[in-house]
Nanobody
């Protein structure tokens, strides 16, 4: 059974930084982070392939950086210059024969 274990969420003031981590129980070509704020649909934040190709939501470009350690099956999301509108539950996702989701980690940015 595939497991994705996330960590690193929390409460931070606007302008601050957080780093999210997600470790998978297997190796996946594409891993990424999504987020869902109350009343909103889940949206893609950033993805990265095992070859290092990345994709970002426009509103986080220049502030967030996704990276991964293939040897550890771990993906990271470094979030800088956080804004109150970044507040959401952040989910890790791995794409293989199916889509696998982590349990989510809350990120709250206070103004």
């Amino acid at each position: 059974q595939v497991q994705l274990v996330e960590s690193g969420g929390g409460l931070v003031q606007a302008g601050g930084s957080l780093r999210l981590s997600c470790t998978a129980s297997g190796n996946f070509f594409t891993m990424g982070w999504y987020r869902q704020a109350p009343g909103n649909q889940r949206e893609l934040v950033a993805t990265i392939t095992s070859l290092g190709s990345t994709n970002y939501l426009d509103s986080v470009k220049g502030r967030f950086t996704i990276s991964r350690d293939n040897a550890k099956n771990t993906v990271y999301l470094q979030m800088n210059s956080l804004r109150p509108e970044d507040t959401a539950v952040y989910y890790c996702r791995a794409s293989g024969k199916a889509l696998y989701w982590g349990q989510g980690t809350q990120v709250t940015v206070s103004s």
